[in-house]
């Protein structure tokens, strides 16, 4: 097993279990729905850093973007800069998938989400377009907290980005069952 070098995380196990712990009218719903909690997991997605550069109207953007190595289909990370050695921390785990995303695949997803993200400040502002994407030689991972729920052979699971300490949506859950369930 060898280490991994990864995002610090801002969302401790405890935080993390708290945050799976149902709370509220809603929280007792879903608690009868998905059942107990069971178990928490820390899981370590890997992702790739871009330099994208932007030209609409004459104007140029520059921007530095990641993308998930494994599907490609997780949210865009945005960094003002590279991560520093005081952003990272290294481990050993076997908590990661792995990079399987092809690097021509990767770079077309990540100039197809800007695109989306571009358009979607409004159509008819974008003149003389045009996307770049760099790839850079900064692979690394980002940690997320998974919950086990469920009671007998039934399971479900919800997950918790460490770094940005949110809620995750039905892609990170399908991305964690796929790579748990192969």
Known sequence: MSAICCLKPNVSRAEAEESFRPSGWRGRFQAAV???????ADVYIPFRLYRVEIENGGKKDTRLLALDSV???LDL????????PED??????????EAR??????RELVAEKVRRLIFLTGFFRVRDFAIRVEP????FHVPYWVGFFGSGAEADLAVLDAVRRRAEGAKARTLMRD????
């Not at 990272?88 to 998938?97: D, I, S």
């Not at 995303?101 to 990767?106: F, K």
């Open 34 to 40: 998905r059942g107990p909690l069971r178990s928490v």
């Open 71 to 73: 599907s490609g289909v």
């Open 77 to 84: 990370y945005g960094f003002d800069q590279v991560p520093g």
């Open 88 to 97: 990272v921390t290294y481990l050993e785990t076997r908590n990661h998938p």
């Open 101 to 106: 995303l092809e690097e021509s695949r990767a």
């Open 136 to 139: 850079l030689s900064f692979e």
């Open 179 to 182: 790579w748990l369930t192969q």
